[in-house]
């Protein structure tokens, strides 16, 4: 009773000052301008800026069922499987290979919107976002976003920046488009190693209670991963005939050329000899680098036609890329040429796509990669979906060869294939979504017992159902989501076998309809699992088999709220710490985050 006495002082002591902030906004007219009549559009598909919803603002951060090792902005994974996660085609596996979305904005008037939030043990996530059209011909954008928290635990602080540009033009006749992409991201996570007794994290002691003085297995280790991605792409329109309607063709000659440099940098200054089982390199320090920079060109032939409802997108491209990869004792460089084509065919009722990859020669040689898509719309509530993929990926640089301080293997692996078929049945009217997936993964490589990798000649297969449905009766809503995974042949994810998510809130509006308010709770519950390890000098997840986890409940409370442009929450996450036990990690030896409060603020500005 005294920790719900104290979590919900805490709910109403923020609430009184949330509550005199709002009427003051009510006071001011620059609030008056709604952004309902706002006609925005971002990303390759026209997609409109949503600036009212108020449902997920307290989901800042990822799902529900992202399991991290600490607290914001350090490594986790999801409990939920996905192949895609796993099926990339990165040269270098421990600093990965962001996919970056050109984001390219189209408004009428200058957009701004700015996001803080604020939470226990210094949690601070700020984002900006800025764009506006020079002319109808032209528009740029550019954002950044932060991410800091202290941790709950020693040396369990992260940093990580991310800042992004886009300026576009277009001739009047729209022949010749460019756009021109700055992308650049650097992820900072000091590694603790996890708390160096489970006993004294899950036994209810004074010591307990604070995080700080327990004791962990790494006092200095830390890693800094950055990521540049520079982009140009340009496009010329050398042929087109459309009437009145718009109907009619077009082909398009387009070229995007791009430049990347990425690199990861582990750090230790002194060793724990208890931790690291070997020293290859330095008795003292750690200070083991990978990097990876190049560039990668593509070339592309693309037919546009239109008639009345039916719209067909066909292009064929080749693909260049030249890469150059640096270890302790590895400096090569690696090319590869692929060519693809893309299909797709929209109608009245349906949509059909089919990509395709192939790489004719260098160190992908033979690697493949194909999708496809069609979705139909049953009737006017209801669509069909089912989506397939078959992907032959070589292993990346790193799997083959790494030599670090403490850790080091040479293999030769062979190629990966990944099979993927899916079917999502849907409808926006009733909001209702069910899901199936069938994944197989032929020949797959994991990181075994000892934390190096390993690959299976056999299969690894994870099927997958799911369904969500929304409840809405008057002013409330029950959101459940329910998963089931069936893991076939070699048991190599460690998922759970079940897992559940509940949305409950009460939605209504306050002060002649000027305030909307959505108060909830989030429950999420999966069932127990065998726990995975994570080895901070590779920022890899490997098997383990020493602890299980879940079969453990985590609830959160939240309000959400907005009053014309500015849109904020108050949230106290997994309210339920310490009440059923502290059996709850998101790795060996790393505990969840206990109890947090958090505010958020998004503020938007429409000139």
Do not use: C
């Not at 902030?21 to 006071?27: E, Y």
């Not at 239109?306 to 460089?333: A, H, M, P």
């Not at 990944?418 to 979504?433: C, E, N, Q, R, W």
Request: charged share 20%.
């Amino acid at each position: 009773m005294t920790t719900f006495f104290y979590i919900f002082t805490l709910i109403f002591r923020y609430l009184k000052i949330i509550l005199s902030i709002l009427f003051l906004f009510l006071l001011f007219d620059f609030f008056s301008q709604s952004s309902s009549g706002l006609s925005s559009y971002v990303g390759g598909d026209t997609e409109e800026i949503d600036t009212t919803s108020i449902d997920q603002i307290h989901r800042y951060n990822q799902g529900l069922d992202y399991l991290s090792i600490g607290n914001i902005g350090l490594p986790g994974y999801n409990l939920l499987f996905d192949i895609q996660e796993y099926a990339n085609f990165s040269p270098s596996l421990f600093i990965g290979d962001k996919k970056y979305v050109s984001k390219q904005f189209d408004v009428k008037k200058p957009y701004t919107e700015l996001n803080y939030i604020l939470g226990s043990k210094e949690e601070q996530v700020l984002k900006v976002l800025h764009t506006q059209n020079i002319s109808q011909l032209s528009n740029f954008s550019f954002g950044f976003d932060k991410v800091k928290s202290k941790g709950f635990y020693n040396n369990q602080a992260s940093s990580n920046n991310h800042l992004y540009a886009n300026a576009w033009f277009k001739t009047k006749n729209e022949r010749y488009k460019v756009s021109l992409n700055i992308d650049h991201e650097r992820i900072f996570n000091e590694h603790n190693g996890g708390v160096l007794y489970d006993s004294l994290f899950e036994q209810d002691l004074l010591l307990n209670r604070n995080r700080e003085l327990m004791d962990v297995n790494l006092s200095f280790a830390s890693s800094t991963i950055n990521r540049t991605n520079l982009q140009l792409d340009q496009q010329f329109q050398f042929s087109q005939s459309f009437d009145s309607l718009n109907n009619g063709f077009s082909h398009i000659l387009y070229a995007k050329v791009s430049g990347y440099k990425n690199d990861r940098v582990f750090k230790d200054s002194l060793l724990n000899m208890s931790y690291y089982s070997q020293i290859l390199i330095d008795s003292v320090i750690t200070n083991d680098i990978i990097k990876y920079e190049g560039v990668n060109g593509i070339v592309g032939y693309q037919f546009n036609k239109y008639k009345e409802r039916n719209n067909l997108n066909f292009s064929t491209f080749v693909k260049w890329e030249g890469i150059n990869y640096e270890q302790y004792i590895i400096d090569t460089l690696v090319t590869s040429l692929s060519i693809g084509t893309n299909l797709q065919f929209k109608g009245n009722k349906f949509r059909f796509q089919l990509d395709g990859n192939y790489y004719l020669n260098g160190f992908r040689e033979l690697n493949y990669d194909v999708k496809g898509l069609l979705n139909y719309e049953l009737t006017q509530d209801w669509s069909i979906g089912v989506m397939g993929s078959y992907q032959g990926i070589s292993p990346s640089l790193d799997l083959r060869s790494y030599y670090g301080n403490n850790i080091s293997w040479q293999y030769t692996f062979s190629t990966t294939e990944y099979l993927s078929v899916s079917g999502i049945l849907t409808s926006k009217k009733h909001k209702v979504g069910l899901n199936a997936v069938y994944n197989d993964m032929f020949n797959p490589i994991f990181f075994n017992f000892i934390g190096e990798p390993q690959q299976i000649d056999g299969i690894a297969q994870l099927i997958q159902f799911s369904a969500q449905k929304e409840f809405n009766l008057k002013k409330w809503s029950l959101i459940p989501k329910m998963v089931y995974q069936y893991s076939g042949g070699y048991n190599i994810y460690r998922l759970p076998d079940y897992y559940a998510d509940l949305t409950i809130g009460f939605k209504t509006k306050m002060y002649k309809n000027n305030l909307s308010v959505f108060i909830g709770a989030d429950l999420v519950y999966y069932a127990p699992t065998d726990m995975m390890s994570f080895n901070p000098m590779i920022n890899q997840y490997n098997l383990d088999d020493t602890k299980i986890a879940g079969n453990y409940p985590f609830v959160d409370v939240f309000l959400n709220a907005r009053i014309k442009t500015v849109r904020f929450f108050l949230k106290a996450t997994h309210i339920n710490s310490g009440l059923l036990g502290f059996n709850y990690y998101g790795a060996h030896n790393y505990p969840l985050k206990d109890r947090t409060i958090q505010f958020g603020l998004t503020w938007v500005f429409i000139n």
